[in-house]
C-alpha cells in the first residue's frame, strides 16, 4: 500500500464520489442518509455523467413496480438469466449480488429522494423467448419526466444528451411505432416537454439523482479533476484534485469511492486492454480511463469479459458539445426493413438487427490471411427504406448529404462505387429479397428476437417488422465504423461484493470502492442486457455507501445460500 499523505489537508468529509453519474450520486446519498458527512467531484463542468447519455433504462428483475401489473418475477429468476447468458465469463456471486440488491436500491431511491420509475410495457428481455427466465416485459424501467427547473442554479449544469430525444419516453416512442416511425411520434408533446425542460430517458434518470443530491446539501464540485488518490499505508484516506490550477487535498474519513465510468474516448487503453480498434464515441472527452489511473497505484485488480464492438456513422455537420463530430448509433437503421450490412465481399455476414448477434462478428480474425473480413462494412438500404424511415437523423423529405454515403440507380453501380464486388452484392440482395418477401431469414435468423422487433423494426410493415426487400432504386450505402458501447467496457476494477476494489491478491483495498462501469462486469460475464449499466451504477453506489457506513448488507449470504451459487469474486 502507498503511501502519500499530504503536509495538510484542505477539505474534510466522511465520503468522497468521483463522478457525477447514476453510481457517484447514488453513493453519497446514501452516504449522507447513513449520518456521512458526503461530497462529489465531477471531471466535466456538468453532472449527471454517462447516465444522462444513456436511454435511462435500468434493468430490475423482481421489481415492484412490475409485480403491481400482475408480474410474478423474482430477483432469482433474473439471476438464472444472467448466469444462463454470461456463458461462465462472470461470477455468480456478482450476478446475485446484483440481482438480489437491485429491486432493494430501487425501492430506496424511491421513498427517499422522490425517484419515480414506471415499466417500459412491452419491452422484452433480449433473450425472451430464446432462454429460460427471460421476459416479455417488467425488468425495463424508465424515469417518469422530471422537471428541469426544479434543480435551480443546475438546472444549466445537468448534462442533456446531444444524442438521445430526451423529450418522449419510450412509451411515447413505441406506441407509435418505435425509432423506424419517428414521423409519426406525438412532436406536439415534445416541443412542450423541451420547452418546459421536462427530462425523459437518461437526462430525467439522472436529474433525479442530482436533485436528491442537492435536497441534501451535498457539495457538488463541477471542473474538479481527481490526480491521484490519498493512502496511508494502510488504506485510502483521501484524494488530491486540481481544480482552477490548484491541488485541494480532501481527506475522507470513511471512504472514497471510483465512479469515473470506463475508458471508451482512450484509444491506447481501447486496444490493450480492450482489444478494440479506433473507436469512435458517443460520449464526453474525460471517459479516458481514469478509474484505471486512480486505483492501479494501490495495486488495484483488472478484469476483463468478452465483448463487442459496435457500429456507428457521422451524419456530415453534426457536432457534439465540444464540437468535435457527433457519433450517432447504427443499431435502429441497420435492423430495420430494406436494408442489409455488407462486408467488402458484398456478403452479409450476420443477423443486423440483433446487435448482441452481429456485433461479435466485426472484429473477428481470419488467421489464414490475418484480416478482419467483416470491416469495413456498409450499410445498404434501397428507397423505400429512405421513403419510410429516418436515416438516424435525417428524416425521409430531407435532402440525403452528398459526403454520407454512395447512391446510385443500380446494385451493380452502388457496388463500384463502394469498392465491393458487384456480382457479389447483387447475388445477396437477390437471395435476401427472396426471403424477405415471406418474412423469412433462414441464413441468419433476422426478425426471429422479439426484442429486434421492438428495437428496431417497424410493427406496421408485414409480414415481419425487421425484413424488407431491397428493390426500388435509387440505392444507398453508408461505411460504418467502428464506435464503443456508450463507455459500457469489456474490462474495469475487480470488487466485491460490498464494491470494494480488489488487489491482485484478491484482498480489499481498505477505503476504495468503485461503482458502475469503473468496475469489471463480473454480473453480466459474456452479455449485456439494456438497463443493467443504470442499474448496477445505483446498486453499487448504495452498497458502497452503506459499508462505508458501518451498515453492510447481509442479504447475499442468505441469497447464496438459497441458490447454492457459487461464491467467487
Known amino acids: 500500500m502507498i503511501q502519500n499523505l499530504p503536509k495538510a489537508w484542505n477539505i474534510e468529509v466522511d465520503f468522497v464520489s468521483i463522478g457525477s453519474g447514476i453510481g457517484g450520486l447514488a453513493a453519497a446519498i446514501t452516504a449522507h442518509d447513513h449520518g456521512m458527512k458526503a461530497l462529489i467531484l465531477e471531471r466535466s463542468d456538468q453532472l449527471g455523467g454517462v447516465t444522462a447519455l444513456s436511454m435511462g433504462e435500468v434493468w430490475v428483475a423482481g421489481n415492484h413496480l412490475a409485480r403491481a401489473l400482475g408480474s410474478d418475477d423474482s430477483p432469482e429468476s433474473g439471476f438464472r438469466y444472467l448466469k444462463r447468458l454470461s456463458m461462465g465469463y462472470g461470477s455468480d456471486l456478482a450476478i446475485l449480488n446484483k440481482t438480489v440488491h437491485a429491486p432493494l436500491a430501487l425501492h430506496y431511491f424511491e421513498e427517499k429522494i422522490g425517484l419515480r420509475m414506471a415499466v417500459i410495457r412491452d419491452c422484452p428481455d433480449y433473450y425472451y423467448g430464446r432462454v429460460d427466465d427471460s421476459v416479455a416485459e417488467g425488468r425495463m424501467l424508465e424515469a417518469v419526466p422530471f422537471l428541469g427547473k426544479t434543480l435551480g442554479e443546475w438546472q444549466a449544469k445537468t448534462r442533456l444528451s446531444p444524442q438521445m430525444p430526451y423529450g418522449m419516453t419510450h412509451h411515447d416512442m413505441f406506441q407509435a411505432g418505435g425509432t423506424a416511425n419517428m414521423a409519426?411520434?406525438?412532436?406536439?408533446?415534445?416541443?412542450?416537454?423541451?420547452?418546459?425542460?421536462?427530462?425523459?430517458?437518461?437526462?430525467?434518470?439522472?436529474?433525479?439523482?442530482?436533485?436528491?443530491?442537492?435536497?441534501?446539501?451535498?457539495?457538488?464540485?463541477?471542473?474538479?479533476?481527481?490526480?491521484?488518490?490519498?493512502?496511508?499505508?494502510?488504506?485510502?484516506?483521501?484524494?488530491?484534485?486540481?481544480?482552477?490550477?490548484?491541488?485541494?487535498?480532501?481527506?475522507?474519513?470513511?471512504?472514497?469511492?471510483?465512479?469515473?465510468?470506463?475508458?471508451?474516448?482512450?484509444?491506447?487503453?481501447?486496444?490493450?486492454?480492450?482489444?478494440?480498434?479506433?473507436?469512435?464515441?458517443?460520449?464526453?472527452s474525460t471517459i479516458d480511463g481514469a478509474n484505471f489511473r486512480l486505483a492501479g497505484p494501490l495495486g488495484a485488480r483488472v478484469?476483463?469479459?468478452?465483448?463487442?464492438?459496435?457500429?456507428?456513422?457521422?451524419?456530415?455537420?453534426?457536432?457534439?458539445?465540444?464540437?468535435?463530430?457527433?457519433?450517432?448509433?447504427?443499431?435502429?437503421?441497420?435492423?430495420?426493413?430494406?436494408?442489409?450490412?455488407?462486408?467488402?465481399?458484398?456478403?452479409?455476414?450476420?443477423?443486423?438487427?440483433?446487435?448482441?448477434?452481429?456485433?461479435?462478428?466485426?472484429?473477428?480474425?481470419?488467421?489464414?490471411?490475418?484480416?478482419?473480413?467483416?470491416?469495413?462494412?456498409?450499410?445498404?438500404?434501397?428507397?423505400?427504406?429512405?421513403?419510410?424511415?429516418?436515416?438516424?437523423?435525417?428524416?425521409?423529405?430531407?435532402d440525403w448529404p452528398d459526403a454520407l454515403g454512395a447512391k446510385a440507380d443500380s446494385v451493380a453501380e452502388l457496388a463500384q462505387k463502394i469498392g465491393v464486388d458487384a456480382q457479389s452484392l447483387e447475388a445477396t440482395i437477390a437471395k435476401f429479397n427472396l426471403h424477405a418477401e415471406k418474412g423469412e431469414d433462414p441464413e441468419f435468423g433476422r426478425g426471429t428476437h422479439p426484442w429486434s422487433a421492438w428495437m428496431c423494426g417497424d410493427p406496421f410493415h408485414k409480414p415481419n417488422p425487421n425484413l424488407g426487400t431491397l428493390a426500388k432504386p435509387p440505392f444507398y450505402a453508408v461505411e460504418l465504423k467502428r464506435m464503443g458501447g456508450t463507455a459500457i467496457p469489456s474490462a474495469g476494477l475487480l470488487a466485491d461484493h460490498h464494491c470494494r476494489a480488489l488487489g491482485w491478491d484478491d484482498q480489499p483495498?481498505?477505503?476504495?470502492?468503485?461503482?458502475?462501469?469503473?468496475?469489471?462486469?463480473?454480473?453480466?460475464?459474456?452479455?449485456?442486457?439494456?438497463?443493467?449499466?443504470?442499474?448496477?451504477?445505483?446498486?453499487?453506489?448504495?452498497?458502497?455507501?452503506?459499508?462505508?457506513?458501518?451498515?453492510?448488507?447481509?442479504?447475499?449470504?442468505?441469497?447464496?445460500?438459497?441458490l447454492n451459487a457459487t461464491a467467487r469474486p
Not at 412542450?192 to 437518461?202: A, M, P, S, W
Not at 450517432?328 to 448482441?356: D, M, Q, T, W
Open 303 to 398: 478484469a476483463r469479459v468478452p465483448d463487442i464492438t459496435t457500429l456507428g456513422l457521422l451524419i456530415p455537420g453534426e457536432e457534439d458539445e465540444e464540437g468535435k463530430p457527433l457519433w450517432r448509433s447504427a443499431l435502429s437503421v441497420i435492423g430495420e426493413p430494406h436494408a442489409i450490412v455488407v462486408n467488402r465481399k458484398g456478403k452479409r455476414f450476420g443477423n443486423e438487427a440483433f446487435y448482441r448477434s452481429f456485433y461479435y462478428t466485426i472484429d473477428i480474425i481470419d488467421g489464414g490471411d490475418q484480416t478482419h473480413p467483416n470491416f469495413p462494412c456498409w450499410v445498404v438500404i434501397d428507397s423505400q427504406a429512405r421513403e419510410k424511415y429516418p436515416f438516424v437523423s435525417i428524416m425521409p423529405d430531407q
Open 509 to 562: 483495498i481498505e477505503g476504495l470502492y468503485v461503482a458502475g462501469n469503473s468496475t469489471a462486469r463480473m454480473e453480466t460475464g459474456a452479455v449485456m442486457q439494456s438497463g443493467v449499466s443504470n442499474a448496477r451504477g445505483m446498486t453499487y453506489g448504495w452498497l458502497a455507501a452503506r459499508h462505508a457506513a458501518d451498515s453492510p448488507s447481509d442479504l447475499l449470504t442468505a441469497a447464496a445460500s438459497r
Open 184 to 284: 409519426k411520434w406525438d412532436f406536439g408533446i415534445m416541443a412542450e416537454r423541451l420547452t418546459n425542460d421536462e427530462r425523459c430517458l437518461g437526462p430525467g434518470l439522472a436529474a433525479y439523482f442530482v436533485k436528491g443530491a442537492l435536497d441534501r446539501g451535498i457539495p457538488m464540485h463541477t471542473g474538479a479533476n481527481a490526480e491521484e488518490l490519498i493512502a496511508d499505508g494502510k488504506r485510502v484516506v483521501g484524494v488530491r484534485v486540481s481544480k482552477d490550477g490548484q491541488d485541494i487535498f480532501i481527506k475522507a474519513n470513511r471512504g472514497v469511492l471510483v465512479a469515473v465510468s470506463s475508458y471508451e474516448r482512450n484509444q491506447d487503453l481501447n486496444k490493450t486492454v480492450g482489444q478494440q480498434l479506433e473507436l469512435g464515441s458517443m460520449v464526453f
